[in-house]
C-alpha cells in the first residue's frame, strides 16, 4: 500500500526558512513533486526531482526552494528559503508509481509579514 506522509509544515515569518519533508513507503517511485494550493486558487506544481536527480521548479521558486531526496530512505525534502506570504498554502507530496499519481494529506505552511 502506497503511503505518503508530509511533515515540517507551520507559522513562520517572512523572510524565513521551513523545511519539508515527505516520507514515502509501499512501492517504487519514480518523479516525485511539490505541489502547493493557497487559498482560493488551484494547486500548481512547485518542483519535481526524477529519482535519478534532475530537477524543476516553478519560476515563483526558484531561486528560494531546493528539492531533493534520498532513494535509500525512500524521503524528499523541500528547503524553503526566503520565504514571502504569497507562499502560504497547503503543501502535498506528490509520487509516481509508474503513470500513477499518489498523493499525502498535506502539510500547512503560513507565512507571516
Known amino acids: 500500500q502506497v503511503q505518503l506522509v508530509e511533515s515540517g509544515g507551520g507559522l513562520v515569518q517572512a523572510g524565513g526558512s521551513r523545511r519539508l519533508s515527505c516520507a514515502a513507503s509501499g512501492s517504487i517511485f519514480s518523479t516525485m513533486a511539490w505541489y502547493r494550493r493557497a487559498p482560493g486558487k488551484q494547486r500548481e506544481l512547485v518542483a519535481a526531482v526524477t529519482r535519478g536527480g534532475s530537477t524543476n521548479y516553478a519560476d515563483s521558486v526558484k531561486g528560494r526552494f531546493t528539492i531533493s531526496r534520498d532513494n535509500a530512505k525512500n524521503m524528499m525534502y523541500l528547503q524553503m528559503n526566503s520565504l514571502k506570504p504569497e507562499d502560504t498554502a497547503v503543501y502535498y507530496c506528490?509520487?509516481?508509481?509508474?503513470?500513477?499519481?499518489?498523493w499525502g494529506q498535506g502539510t500547512q505552511v503560513t507565512v507571516s509579514s
Open positions: 506528490n509520487a509516481l508509481v509508474g503513470l500513477s499519481p499518489y
